[in-house]
């Protein structure tokens, strides 16, 4: 059974839209894409590249494999370490209205999600991850599906813009299982989903 490993970058109020570039993702007049860029170091770097060091394929949402599937392939170079992982694992994607994927060792998921994923997290033998997708990372938190959530909060507040927890999402709780602050000060936590959250409630202390 592999584990599915979400890695998400996000702003201080929560958004993940288009950290990667101005044309990334313009959904509803967004203007600050590429907001991630002014804190690309050598920390950052070297966590990026630990993690793509681990999949064993790949599961992406539709939008970003659209974005994906229009960069990496131009990506030839063996030696990168992302662009060498994501050419030549297995891609899977959910989605109804992708029926002819270009990019090679594509499989478009268009059954039910929980079946799909599941059987492919029985047949993958290592790190089935995700990266962005977050309305599909909502999903598979709500099914149960994410083992291990790696969260980038960058140093940012953009006001705007689609984000990561929205009204709505399932309750979930959490253990952090790691985590590094970067010279540029993007705080990396590493989290291992713990099921549904506990409550309790503070009581004042009894008089003596």
């Given amino acids: 059974m592999g584990k599915l490993v979400s890695t998400l970058f996000v702003t201080l109020d929560g958004v993940y839209q288009a950290p990667g570039g101005p044309e990334e993702d313009t959904r509803g007049g967004f203007e600050h894409g590429g907001w991630s860029f002014p804190y690309a170091d050598d920390d950052f770097g070297q966590f990026m590249n630990g993690v793509f060091a681990r999949p064993a394929a790949f599961l992406l949402g539709r939008r970003t494999y659209d974005i994906f599937a ?71 938190l709500a099914l149960g599906l994410v083992d291990t959530l790696h969260l980038l909060t960058f140093p940012v507040v953009l006001g705007t813009g689609h984000r990561l927890f929205t009204e709505g999402t399932v309750p979930t709780a959490f253990k952090h299982s790691g985590g590094s602050v970067t010279s540029t000060g993007v705080v990396i936590s590493s989290y291992d989903l713990a099921g549904r959250p506990e409550y309790g409630a503070f009581g004042l202390p009894e008089e003596a």
Avoid: I
């Fill in 70 to 140: 229009a960069f990496w392939p131009k990506v030839t170079d063996p030696a990168d370490p992302v662009s060498s992982k994501l050419n030549a694992l297995p891609k899977y994607v959910p989605s109804a209205t992708l029926t002819d994927p270009a990019w090679s060792g594509t499989t478009v998921l268009s059954g039910d999600l929980a079946k799909e994923v599941t059987a492919v997290k029985e047949r993958v033998d290592g790190e089935l991850q995700v990266h962005g997708s977050g309305a599909l990372v909502r999903s598979l």
